[in-house]
């Protein structure tokens, strides 16, 4: 199967490049349905189990997934539940079918499907431009509570892949093609990213 991982700054665009890529190539596409299959299977709500994803783990002792997490504590061990889930089911869908995967770190649960894995990022102006571009009605942020956010959410991101590998998260040696999307509109490069893609899977280059 060929596999796409897309990892991404907040507000980088990251998620519209995933989509657009995925409708050109005819892969699926998954983003909020991984989150949306774990709560489901843990009876919680979408919105605690992204938090606690993106927040609960333990992080003084990076591992790797597959190695024994009996040492956690009671809210440690809910978390790793959690993510045990969300890998598998990372695992059943990117064995199904051409994919795309937003997130969730996949380039690094899915590294054994040798997938092809992009890092998008862009600078903080441009990154709050599109922000606020998609923000929802009444949503209000002073420029540095924005700025606050989109630093918060990326350092999730990275406490995330560093429970699960010492890859350091956004470093250029993680990824096959690293995207700079400040002041780039994501519809004009899409084809582009797909078409690096389509020679990547052709040439088996990754």
Same mark, same amino acid.
């Given at each position: ?13 990251? /998620?519209?490049?995933? +989509?657009? !890529?995925?409708? !050109?190539?005819? =892969? %699926? =596409?998954?983003?909020?349905? !991984? ?7 843990? *009876? ?6 992204? $938090? ?12 790797? =997934? @597959?190695?024994?997490? %009996?040492?956690?504590?009671?809210? @440690? $061990? ?9 890998? %598998? ?6 064995? +199904? ?20 894995? !992009? ?11 599109? #922000?606020?571009? /998609?923000?929802?009605? &009444?949503?209000?942020?002073? *420029? ?7 630093? $918060? ?5 990275? /406490?995330? $892949? ?5 890859? +350091?998260? &956004?470093?250029?040696?993680? =990824?096959?093609? #690293? ?23 052709? %040439?088996?280059?990754?």
């Amino acid at each position: 199967m060929n596999i796409i991982t897309i990892s991404r700054e907040f507000g980088s665009g990251g /998620r519209e490049l995933g +989509k657009r !890529i995925s409708d !050109i190539l005819g =892969y %699926s =596409y998954y983003d909020r349905e !991984i989150i949306s299959a774990v709560a489901d299977k843990h *009876d919680f709500d979408e919105r605690y189990v992204e $938090q606690v994803l993106e927040s609960a783990f333990p992080i003084s002792v990076p591992i790797s =997934y @597959g190695k024994t997490f %009996s040492y956690a504590d009671a809210t @440690g $061990q809910q978390a790793l539940e959690l993510l045990t889930s969300q890998c %598998s089911f990372l695992k059943e869908a990117a064995e +199904k079918n051409n994919c795309v995967i937003v997130g969730r770190s996949a380039n690094i649960i899915l590294e054994d499907m040798n997938p092809l894995n !992009i890092f998008v990022y862009a600078d903080m102006e441009s990154k709050m431009k599109r #922000c606020r571009s /998609r923000a929802a009605e &009444g949503e209000t942020y002073t *420029d540095n509570q924005l700025k606050r956010k989109i630093r $918060q959410i990326d350092a999730g991101r990275a /406490r995330h $892949q560093r429970f699960l590998s010492d890859k +350091k998260w &956004g470093d250029k040696a993680g =990824y096959n093609l #690293c995207i700079n999307t400040s002041n780039l509109e994501i519809k004009a490069i899409a084809p582009i990213v797909a078409d690096f893609a389509k020679h990547c899977f052709e %040439s088996d280059v990754k």
